[in-house]
């Protein structure tokens, strides 16, 4: 069954260093998304991009978070200088098309960042 | 504005037990959409259902079950006679037209433990 993968599983890295999230989404998918959990809280969009430009992005999608798409398959989440509230778990989604005409967001298995 | 209240922060069960996952939901918008997803041990995030605000038709799949009534604004999720790989935490999730395209709101989730 085709799934998102992620990479890494998990990272730890020091304050202000710059880290880069790595997403494989589904083959045939258009669309593309980053959420993210803070640990025991809830899940939080932070960004979707079609046709390699960002659709939709949130509060939380400041300066300091960017997104690529540098090839066919990757879907990327820089974050420039980490701050330590922004240790979280991150998760990367696909649809393949408008999820509101296909009806279902295909979520990875997310990157957990500790940031210390 | 939009949003997902999941009251119950923990719910455990005994096996065979039947459970209802209680979600009320706030939006001006008349169009919207709501989710659940579950959030299994492991970490992903898994699709269970979506319904759009027009459709006030309940659904069942398998052991699963969900009730819109639109009156309370409410989307509640009953599991019949629940298992223990029904463990996991359970997030119901809003989208409304107003704030996007792309962006779920997520209510905070609840912790469901099937004791064997």
């Known amino acids: 069954e085709p799934e998102v993968t992620q990479t890494p599983s998990h990272q730890v890295t020091q304050m202000g260093q710059e880290v880069i999230l790595r997403c494989v989404p589904i083959?045939?998918?258009?669309?593309f998304y980053w959420y993210r959990q803070i640990l025991g809280q809830k899940v939080e969009f932070l960004v979707s991009?079609?046709?390699?430009?960002?659709?939709?992005k949130s509060e939380i999608f400041d300066d300091q978070f960017s997104v690529e798409r540098p090839d066919g398959s990757n879907f990327t989440l820089k974050i420039r200088s980490t701050k330590l509230e922004d240790s979280a778990m991150y998760f990367c989604?696909?649809?393949?098309?408008?999820?509101?005409?296909?009806?279902?967001?295909?979520f990875g298995e997310g990157s957990r960042l500790t940031v210390l | 504005a939009q949003k997902v209240t999941q009251a119950q922060t923990e719910i455990s069960v005994v096996e065979k037990e039947d459970v209802t996952l209680d979600c009320v939901y706030e939006?001006?918008?008349?169009?919207?959409?709501l989710f659940w997803y579950k959030q299994p041990p492991s970490g992903e995030l898994v699709f269970l259902i979506r319904?759009?605000?027009?459709?006030?038709q309940n659904e069942i799949s398998g052991r699963y079950s969900w009730n819109f009534q639109k009156s309370t604004s409410s989307f509640n999720f009953t599991i019949t006679a629940s298992q223990v790989v029904d463990s996991a935490v359970y997030f119901c999730?809003?989208?409304?037209?107003?704030?996007?395209?792309?962006?779920?709101?997520f209510g905070t989730g609840t912790r469901l433990t099937v004791i064997p």
């Open positions: 989604a696909s649809s393949e098309g408008f999820w509101r005409n296909t009806g279902e967001l295909f």
């Open positions: 083959s045939n998918h258009l669309y």
């Open positions: 991009f079609y046709n390699n430009e960002i659709s939709e």
């Open positions: 939006t001006r918008d008349t169009t919207y959409y």
């Open positions: 319904r759009n605000s027009f459709d006030e």
């Open positions: 999730a809003l989208s409304a037209v107003q704030t996007g395209a792309n962006n779920l709101f």
